[in-house]
């Protein structure tokens, strides 16, 4: 527990657990501790446990905070962080926990959680105006299912859905499937609500009525997106959201290489589907392999049902489109089908015949993440690059992993690099699975941090495309971003957070 860290904090003690308690209006399940000794005073059941808050959603990331606080409302949170800044106690927002770069969870034993989980209202379900205004805990499945009854769909889709919340989403400024065509949530957020660690509560274009356009000031929600907690806590998002297609179509395609796969995606992009393309995403045989073994009732589009020996094709393409006149989109799919089995960039493909085969076809595509997580410890990447660069980014990657041994403390490694990801937005998940081994390995990862970091330098590409910086990549900040651009980050994140209560030790490294 590195209660050394941050000699700025103070670590939090029964007292402050009691007064905090006092200050969500006393409600039964509105903070948990184990730790500290002061449920008695505080009058909280105190049965749950605080692990699932300690940790996220890949176990790579541990936290020590021994109290849990879950306020209700807005004016809850915002007494919460004047009480914290004033005592000078840590706190980092959580939402579904579900980041991959361990931004939800403490470092310290000096920062308590926050958790949006309570704060779970829809306040209008977009049905006259095609906006969604909720409150930040609302999971982002519940809004699309809301969203999809009124005949909408919001923009962000992303295979943590059923957990992660609006505005986790929000605060990283998650990508997802749909990202090249609806835009990023910079795009699609119309408004916020957020409480700074002053207590102060901003309203940043959150009201009945969000406008498309509004060019009053600084338009300072913007800073709040994808700031990862350290301005602030985001406590409601208004979200425009869009008709729902009438039509959607889906293909299932595998090509025997990844220039094959980009020539695929520039046909599909410029030439053949175009306006109707919705989303392009590609995976290779050695994740699918993965989903393979580890979801074995798993039935793969172009592998016939129970053959499991079969061996999966060298790469896969998921394409789906959004369209308004099905005869019409289906004639476009024939015509881009046509054109990819001419030109031999295809060996086989299938068009999904209902919505129920696109959604088994999406199934297949959000189980690379969790089954490679089920097959050993993954050092994650997720990289930005031209979609004609990552065949050699994994080439030269695969090539300095034969290399291992040396970096690491134990000799048998079996290192599998398995890639997939949002092709279409140049957007790679590079994952190296340790396979069978479930433990860190801090040599290896220093060494395949390395190799990332040069390789993606090397062809100008991005270390963090969409999950952000965390715990994981934010000690990158001064080589990729240039001292004066740093030093700006810097100076907006203490205009916020003069204290530095807000998610301590992340997004830009300690100075
Ligand atoms: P958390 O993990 O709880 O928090 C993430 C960060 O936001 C932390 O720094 C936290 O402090 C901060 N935060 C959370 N809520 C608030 C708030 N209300 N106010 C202020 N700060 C807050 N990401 C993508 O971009 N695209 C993908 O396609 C994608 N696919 C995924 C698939 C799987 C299976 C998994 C497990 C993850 C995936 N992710 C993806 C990563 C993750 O789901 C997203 O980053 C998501 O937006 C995180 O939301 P959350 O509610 O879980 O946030």
Redesign the pocket.
Known sequence: KPSAAFPHLRSPTSEHARELFLLMNSRPGSLLTTLLDCTKESGDANAESLEKYNV??TGHYRGFSSIVVRPNSTDEVSRILKYCNEHLVGI?????????VG??IPISSKEIVLS?EKMNTIEDDGRESNVLRAQ??CILQDLQDHANKNGSLVPVD???KG???I??????N????YYYRYGSLHANVLGLEVVTPTGDVLNLGYSPVSHLKDNTGYDLKHMFIGS??TL????KVALRCQPSPVSRGAIWLSCNSLQDVVKVLNIARTERLSEILAAFEFMDGDVLELVRQTHPSIRFPLLNAGDTDAPMQPYSILVETHGSHDQHDREKLESFLECIFEEGLVTDGVVAQNLGQIEDFWKIR?LC??SSAASGYVYKYDVSLKARDFEGFIRDMKLRLGDVSHASSSADHHLLCVNWG?IIDGNLHCNIVSGGKFEKDTGLEKFINECVFQEVMKRNGSISA???L?QYKHNYMPQIKDPPTLQAMYDVRSLFDPNGIM?PG?YLPST
Request: proline share 4%; charged share 10%.
């Open positions: 996220d959603w980092v927002p959580q939402g579904g926990n579900t980041g991959l931004g939800s949006l930040a805990g992303l295979g943590a957990t992660c919340q505005g986790g989403n929000v605060s990283t998650a990508g997802g499937v990862e907690g602030g806590v985001v406590t959000e993440n969790p949002h969409e999950h952000g965390g998610n992340k």
